[in-house]
C-alpha cells in the first residue's frame, strides 16, 4: 500500500465512524441506510489488505545467511575430510566433487550452493560406515541436515510472504474503486442534511490529509 492508498484509507476510516456517530440522523432514510451499509463493507474489505501491503521479510533474509553460512561451513568441512577418504580408496572422481571451501560455496549463489550441499550430504551419507577415521558420523550428518532443513524454510518463507503482499498490492486498486464509487453516491446524498453538524463533520472527514501534513479534498469524479 502507498502513500497515497494509505492516506485515503486513512479518510475512509474516518468517515465511517462520522457516519456511524451520526446514524440516528439517517437511519430513517433507506437509500442512505443502504449505501452506508455497502460503504461500511467497502472499508472493513480493505483492512487486512492494509495490513497485508506492510508485510516485511528482512528479518527472514538476515537468518537466513547466518543459517547459509554456517551450513556452507559444516559441508566444506565435511567434504574436504571425505574427500582424502577417496583419495585414500582410489575414488578420484568422488575426490574431484568434494573439493569445496565455504568460500566456493558463497561465491556458488543461493541455488547453486544449497543444491551442492544436497549433493555432498548424499554422497557423504551413503558412504557413512567407512567414515569413522575421518570423523564423520550419523550426528554430523544429522546436524548438517538440520542446518539445510533450516535454511530451506527461511528460503521458502520470504518467497510465500512477498507472494502474499503482492498479492494484498494488486487488491487494494479494486477495493478503492469500490470506496469510491459509494462515496460518489454518499457525497450527492448528505445533500439532504446540508446545514447541519452532520454535514459539516461529513465534509470534513472527507478531506484527505498525507503523511506530510497538507490536505485536499478528493476530486469529484
Known sequence: MNTRDSNYQRMARNVKAVLHQYEPVWKEKPRV????NT????VEKMEPHSIGSLIVTKGFTDNKDAIALEMYTEAAAIAQRVSIYALDTGDYG???QLRVSRGSL???GEETAYHKVEDIY???SALLPSLVDYDVD???????KALMDSYKSL???PRNLTLERKRHNQTIPEVRKEQ???LYKLDSLMTMFAGTDFYRDYKNARIIIDRGGSSKKEEEE
Open 33 to 36: 441506510l443502504k449505501e452506508v
Open 39 to 42: 460503504f461500511d463493507s467497502a
Open 94 to 96: 568422488l575426490h574431484d
Open 106 to 108: 558463497v561465491n556458488m
Open 122 to 124: 548424499q554422497r557423504v
Open 138 to 144: 550419523e550426528t554430523k550428518m544429522t546436524a548438517l
Open 155 to 157: 528460503t521458502d518463507k
Open 180 to 182: 469510491r464509487q459509494s
